[in-house]
């Protein structure tokens, strides 16, 4: 199931753009896989909120968590380089990315459901309490115990291929052995203090001496999001995930 599952993400975010029309398209995904039993799903409801879910709040009869990154092309982040707001270009990609998470979930729900298993899923963004800015369900913090990364000073997910991308992920009654989490950071700054270049790319000041003001980053998206709300949710930023060393790689990576 595990080949299935991979190819399934994969071909079907390949096929995406044919099928319906969009302006992004995305490399290869990554995908890794947790034990819903992993003590560290616990440790979130102190981490993150008492409220956040576990696996088997999603699926009572979960076997193991799916999480996948969704890179995009380069041109995506390139456009988001310059200026205090986003590009279209990535603002559209966030939309469009949000939309393919939803529809891929689906499809792979639907296509386990033809081999006897079941899946649960939740939205890819907009699932979190609009005062507190806590998500029940954190796609981030869920990939980081499924292996799929480690966590950058802005609290960004760094993967194999960067930090540009998406992340989906869905719990299934599927018995898959879990992906070894890195042993290894993948930040230059938590690795040995040479990058601080996501806290100095911040275009709202959120990211002070490594301390994150969630407040003042939601602002700035809500200030996206007001600028191209023709094309859908867009509340977004990411001008710390651009133009910085892990945008498209692990920079950490041995050489």
């Given at each position: 199931m595990r080949t299935l599952i991979e190819d399934f993400i994969t071909d079907y975010v390949k096929s995406y753009p044919a099928l319906t029309g969009t302006v992004t398209s995305w490399l290869?995904?990554?995908?890794?896989?947790?034990?819903?039993?992993?003590?560290?799903?616990?440790?979130?409801?102190?981490?993150?909120?008492?409220?956040?879910l576990l696996p088997a709040?999603?699926?009572?009869?979960?076997?193991?968590?799916?999480a996948y990154f969704l890179p995009f092309e380069p041109l995506v982040p390139e456009s988001n380089i310059s200026g205090r707001l986003s590009s279209k270009t990535w603002a559209t990609a966030y939309v469009e990315t949000n939309t393919l998470i939803a529809d891929l979930n689906r499809s792979l729900t639907t296509e386990l459901a033809k081999h006897g298993y079941k899946a649960a899923t939740l939205p890819a963004t907009h699932d979190f309490d609009r005062?507190?800015?806590?998500?029940?369900?954190?796609?981030?913090?869920?990939a980081y115990i499924a292996g799929l990364g480690k966590f950058g000073l802005n609290n960004m997910l760094i993967t194999a291929k960067g930090c540009c991308g998406r992340i989906?992920?869905?719990v299934i009654d599927?018995?898959?052995?879990?992906?070894?989490?890195?042993n290894r950071e993948y930040c230059l700054y938590k690795l040995n203090g040479s990058c601080t270049a996501c806290q100095d790319r911040c275009v709202n000041n959120a990211l002070v001496n490594g301390v994150f003001d969630r407040q003042k980053c939601w602002a700035m998206c809500r200030e996206n999001a007001?600028?191209?709300?023709?094309?859908?949710?867009?509340?977004?930023?990411?001008?710390?995930?651009?133009?910085v060393p892990c945008s498209f790689?692990?920079?950490?990576?041995?050489a």
């Open positions: 290869d995904p990554l995908v890794a896989y947790a034990d819903p039993a992993d003590p560290l799903f616990n440790e979130l409801k102190t981490i993150i909120s008492p409220s956040h709040d999603l699926l009572p009869a979960a076997r193991t968590v799916v005062v507190k800015l806590i998500s029940t369900w954190s796609h981030r913090h869920v989906g992920t869905l599927v018995p898959i052995a879990k992906t070894a989490r890195p007001a600028q191209f709300q023709h094309l859908g949710p867009a509340s977004v930023c990411g001008k710390c995930l651009v133009g790689t692990n920079p950490a990576a041995p």
